[in-house]
């Protein structure tokens, strides 16, 4: 399951200010990861205030198993995907179809597979949700014939649980 986390700070540090305290050219890794150490370090030492939210959102995830000859089908949100159309399976272990059925996936610029990232592991193919937080538990996947999914819909994913909202003004 991956997991995203956002932080929301107020502050009373004026916009302008926090462009110079906070951003730099994106390519400047280092020295953006430095700016924000130092922002946070002032708000510590009592220099600026802010309130800071921070929500964690994990994504929703899903399997597909795969028998032995992967024949049938499978479904991402609408997107159908056929045994045999449109991945291979002749003559193929259920590991080798799954990682099939994963290339597919990651190459399609079909809106409904865009939603996903695919993986396998020994005949099975993992869902995870691009989509952080409850939304991704919307995405319905289904299988049929030799592929079998792990439930109707993508599930787990849990969405803008508040873990801590602080005032920072020391």
């Known amino acids: 399951m991956s ?3 956002s932080l929301t ?25 430095q700016k924000m150490k130092n922002f946070f370090s002032a708000l510590e030492g009592g220099a600026d205030q802010a309130v ?28 159908v995907l056929t045994g045999g159309t449109d991945y291979v399976i002749s003559n193929l272990t259920a590991t080798q179809i799954a990682s099939n059925i994963v290339t597919v996936i990651k190459a399609s610029t079909d809106a409904q597979l865009e939603m996903v990232l695919a993986s ?12 952080p937080g409850v939304v991704g538990n919307l995405i319905p996947i289904s299988g049929s014939g030799e ?24």
């Not at 396998?120 to 993992?126: E, K, L, N, R």
């Not at 787990?156 to 020391?170: F, P, T, W």
């Open 120 to 131: 396998s592991s020994a005949g099975v193919v993992t869902l995870t949700s691009l989509a």
């Open 9 to 33: 700070i107020r502050s009373n540090v004026s916009q302008t200010q926090l462009n110079d305290d906070l951003l730099t050219d994106a390519s400047l890794k280092s020295e953006q990861l």
């Open 52 to 79: 800071i939210d921070m929500q964690l959102q994990t994504s929703a995830t899903g399997t597909f198993t795969v028998a032995t000859s992967g024949a049938s089908a499978l479904v991402i949100g609408t997107k």
């Open 3 to 5: 997991s995203k986390i």
């Open 147 to 170: 592929i079998t999914a792990s439930a109707a819909k993508l599930n787990s994913a849990a969405g803008a649980l508040r873990i801590m909202n602080y005032n920072l003004v020391l």
